[in-house]
């Protein structure tokens, strides 16, 4: 069994098909092939099974899948710390979901680059499921998410405010009024983002808390589709205030004053607990929980509304 046997397995769990794998890990089809070929010879049992276009791993393939992603996860740390240990600055892998990989970790981003030239920054966007994984398997140092995972040995600390506002098209017949009772909210269109996505979590929350059953609800698999679906008048949505900025400040939607909103959440950095850090992780936790950060993330969101909107 090689490293490039195990990353091939591993890639071909994720994508859900040989071509996917092959096409992310840049090689041949028939590379992909002979790397599972040689998996189910050595260990003497099917790893994968036909499902309809694509193929889906059996049992004893779920359990390698685990722990390929744990080896190579390790693996990497290895060669990150060896290097850092001979001087070297250690690489940093960040794995973020949607909303703070594409509206709040910019700004940072390019704080830390500009103080810390020669750390290698690689940044994953996903949902919160792959931000977990990622962090587990050790592929990332550290993840970022509204919503730190209970248990699985993951610590979560909060770095920045999160608030979640109900927003819709900019004509909306309640957009002037002071507060908006939620229950008349439960006959709109809801847009959602897709399963395993933070925000969709707390909508759900919001609307069972609020106890109304939401009549329509439409699944957008996007930040960018939630609001431009909500912009062209289909529906309301509950986001992330630092994800619709732009479109407030252009007037392309506006915010409902639904009671209880905003929902006042936090954002999270979150690290393996048990690992020690590596002083390129431990510079940018410094900096996370620094004045500087927040400044950088207002700075960029107050001059939202002169970008053009995302798309
Ligand atoms: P999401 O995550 O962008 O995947 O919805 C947001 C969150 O974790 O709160």
Same mark, same amino acid.
């Given at each position: 069994m090689t490293f490039s046997q195990l990353k091939t397995f591993l890639e071909v769990a994720r994508q859900g098909s040989v071509r996917g794998a092959a096409a992310s890990l840049l090689i041949t089809e028939p590379s992909v092939s002979a790397a599972l070929a040689a998996l189910r010879d050595e260990l003497q049992v099917a790893l994968v099974e036909r499902d309809g276009r694509g193929i889906r791993l059996t049992a004893a393939g779920t359990e390698l899948a685990r722990y390929a992603a744990q080896i190579l996860g390790l693996t990497e740390q290895a060669v990150r710390r060896t290097r850092e240990a001979a001087g070297q600055a250690a690489p940093l892998n960040l794995v973020a979901v949607t909303t703070a990989g594409e509206y709040v970790l910019p700004p940072i981003l390019k704080v830390f680059r500009e103080a810390h030239r020669d750390v290698q920054l690689r940044m994953e966007v996903g949902n919160r499921a792959t931000v977990v994984d990622r962090i587990t398997a050790r592929e990332a140092d550290l993840g970022f998410g509204g919503r730190p995972p209970e248990g699985r040995g993951i610590r979560g600390v909060p770095f920045l405010d999160n608030e979640l506002i109900v927003v819709a098209p *900019?004509? *909306?017949?309640? $957009? &002037? &009024? &002071?507060s908006v009772d939620p /229950? !008349? !909210? /439960?006959a709109e269109t809801w847009l959602v983002r897709e399963p395993g996505s933070g925000t969709r979590e707390t909508t759900q929350e919001f609307w069972a808390q609020n106890g109304f059953q939401v009549g329509s609800a439409m699944t957008l698999g996007s930040n960018g589709a939630v609001k431009q679906a909500a912009a062209a008048g289909l529906g309301v949505a509950l986001i992330s205030a630092h994800a619709v900025a732009a479109e407030l400040a252009s007037g392309a939607l506006c915010r409902l004053r639904v /009671? $209880?909103?905003?929902l006042r959440r936090k954002w999270y950095v979150l690290y393996l607990e048990a690992d020690p850090l590596s002083g390129s992780c431990i510079q940018f936790l410094d900096l996370l929980s620094s004045q500087e950060a927040r400044t950088a993330v207002g700075a960029w969101l107050g001059g939202a509304g002169a970008r053009p909107a995302p798309v």
């Open positions: *900019h004509d *909306h017949a309640y $957009g &002037e &009024e &002071e /229950a !008349l !909210l /439960a /009671a $209880g909103t905003p």
